[in-house]
Each structure stands twice: as C-alpha cells, then as structure tokens.
Antibody, heavy 114, light 107 residues
C-alpha cells in the first residue's frame, strides 16, 4: 500500500524557515517524480514544487521561486521542501504527492504569523 | 506559466443529473491533464489522468474528454457522494498548474 507521511509543519514567524519532509513507502520511490502541493485555508490547490526521478531536475511555482528548495534522498525514500523567507501568504496545508498526484499524503500545516 | 481556467466556479445540481465541468488551458497541453475530487475536509483524490483514463477504482459515471486546450469532466448521473470540489491539473509544462476549482453543491 502506498503511504506518504509528511512532517515538519508548524508555526513560524514571517521571514523564518521550515523544512518539510515526506517519507514514502509501498512503491519504488526512485522511479517516480514527487511534488508538494499546498492549500491555503478555504482556497484552491497550488502545485508548489516538483522533482523528477533524475535528481537535479526541479520546478517551482512563481510564488515560491527563489525561496523554496525541493530535494530528495532516494536512499531514505524521502522528499524535502526547504522553505525560507516565509510570508503570511505561505500559510497552508502542504501535501506531498506521488507522480502526477495519483497518491497524496494527509498534509502538514504551516502557519506563518507573528 | 500555463493558466488553467475552469468553468463554472460552482454549480447546483440534483442527484441523477448529468454534470459537465470545463477546463481551458492558455496554451496547448496535448492530453497531459488530470481531474481531482476533494470532499470537504479530505485529501484530494485523482479521478482521471491523461485526459480520459479513469483511475483504478473510480466509478464509470466519471469520464473525461478533450485535447489541446479544451477539456471536460462529465459525471453522467450525480450521486450523493459526488458533492465536492473538482480541480483540473495540467502537467505538460513546468510549473504544473491547477484550475481554480468547481464546487458541486446540492440543489
């Protein structure tokens, strides 16, 4: 069974940093691209970042480019999202997604507030 | 970035109705489009990928069609569990982008 378990969310002040992790199981992690999708309270979905199977090939939404960095460790079946220079508008539930979103984690909540 | 425009943004329908949701891409995306359902308080669930391929376990009342820039999700006979918000996603060009969502409510 495919499982995606996110962690690392929490309350952070504007300008601060957080690192999200997503541990995957139940599939051959190294064979799939992975991504992070967020949903602000009461709003729609935004695909924040993705990383392809070949390490080093990544993409970002314009809203986070230059502030967020996605990475993966295939030996640990884990994908990360390093979030720097956080803003109030980054407040959201962050989901880890497999492939083109065929499986999702339960999400980890990030709140940016002073 | 490719903009995905969904219509309508919301609709009211009755059980048994046929429902159609449209997604328009700002440029051609071949057939690299998926549809997702999100029930209130729940994680999104993929219904369709590659425009028209039904995800395993998804009821056959859901179908997708289109190509290029115009895509459609159809629910042939709306069921009580289908009241939810639906999103399209293009994964043809980085960064991937969702439509703004269509909320399907009970009439």
């Amino acid at each position: 069974e495919v499982q995606l378990l996110e962690s690392g969310g929490g309350l952070v002040q504007p300008g601060g940093s957080l690192r999200l992790s997503c541990v995957a199981s139940g599939f051959t992690f190294s064979s799939y691209h992975m991504g992070w999708v967020r949903q602000a309270p009461g709003k729609g979905l935004e695909w924040v970042s993705g990383i392809y199977e070949s390490v080093g090939s990544t993409f970002y939404a314009d809203s986070v480019k230059g502030r967020f960095t996605i990475s993966r460790d295939n030996s640990k079946n884990t994908v990360y999202l390093q979030m720097n220079s956080l803003r109030a508008e980054d407040t959201a539930l962050y989901y880890c997604a497999k492939g083109w979103g065929d499986r999702w984690g339960q999400g980890t909540l990030v709140t940016v507030s002073s | 970035d490719i903009q995905m425009t969904q219509s309508p943004s919301s609709l009211s329908a009755s059980v048994g109705d046929r429902v159609t949701i449209t997604c328009r891409a700002s440029q051609g995306i071949r057939n690299d489009l998926g549809w997702y359902q999100q029930r209130p308080g729940k994680t999104p669930k993929r219904l369709i990928y590659a425009t028209s391929t039904l995800q395993s376990g998804v009821p056959s009342r859901f179908s997708g069609s289109g190509s290029g820039t115009e895509f459609t999700l159809t629910i042939s006979s709306l069921q009580p569990e289908d009241f939810a918000t639906y999103y399209c996603l293009q994964y043809n060009t980085d960064p991937w982008t969702f439509g703004q969502g269509t909320k399907v409510e009970i009439k």
